[in-house]
């Protein structure tokens, strides 16, 4: 499903990634582990074609991602679902409207969009805060908000960057539980986090960066560096 080519990124004299190589097969849960500035990040941004690859190729099911024009990207990004740190929710839209926004761009059918809206509210345990607006949720409800918009289009991955950096512990655990029973329902799961706890605690695939490069991959989740 996703495979990364010697792939290296490179921001004018700075190497983001160096001769990276890895493959991730469908309904794999996989942590892309390593400190500030390890690279994770720049995976998931290659991941979207929102940055392309200086070297080497990324692929993601049929498409060479690093050779889609801007035209080409809406049709990929269908297939993922984005979460990341800092929630990017809308703040003058309650819940049901965050959720349903990218469905309603699309002109999904009004009755469609309910259905799809509802089910994954209920799959994040939202479906009461429906009509709130985002001030009135806790930090751990604004990044469940986060992942029933991820979900709504039914992607085949998620990639979740940071998804727990603002969270406290009962939170993060929260978070953590729900995209590992998103994975149970068949969605391939990336997560990328510098939270030796939570990767130990999964105890599914490690990749391990530092400095860019890939220093391990350990199907064991371990993250001990």
């Known amino acids: 499903m996703i495979s990364f080519q010697n792939v290296s990124r490179d921001y004018n004299s700075h190497h983001a990634l160096a001769d990276v190589s890895f493959k991730v097969d469908p309904k794999e849960f996989v942590s892309i582990v390593g400190r500030s500035g390890a690279g994770k990040s720049t995976v998931v941004r290659l991941l979207i074609g929102e940055v392309k690859p200086s070297k080497g190729r990324v692929i993601f099911g049929p498409y060479d991602v690093g050779k889609l024009d801007a035209k080409s990207l809406p049709r990929l990004r269908r297939h993922i679902g984005t979460i990341f740190q800092d929630f990017k929710l809308l703040p003058y839209k309650n819940v049901y409207e965050n959720v349903s926004f990218a469905l309603e761009a699309a002109s999904r059918p009004e009755r469609e969009v309910n259905d799809l809206v509802m089910e994954v509210l209920d799959l994040v345990d939202l479906r ?5 607006f985002i001030n009135e949720l806790s930090g751990g409800e604004k990044q469940r908000v986060a992942i029933a918009r991820a979900m709504v289009n039914r992607p085949d991955v998620i990639l979740a ?28 799961v990336l997560l990328a986090t510098h939270n030796k706890d939570i990767v130990n605690q999964l105890g599914r695939r490690v990749i391990v960066l530092e400095d860019g490069r890939l220093i391990r991959d350990d199907p064991n989740g371990r993250y001990s560096i």
């Not at 009461?128 to 709130?132: D, Q, R, W």
């Not at 950096?165 to 391939?188: A, Q």
Request: charged share 20%; aromatic share 0%.
């Open 128 to 132: 009461s805060k429906a009509k709130n």
């Open 161 to 188: 960057d940071e998804p727990t950096g603002n969270l406290d512990p009962v939170n993060t655990m929260s978070i953590v539980s729900l995209l590992t029973k998103i994975n149970e329902l068949g969605t391939t």
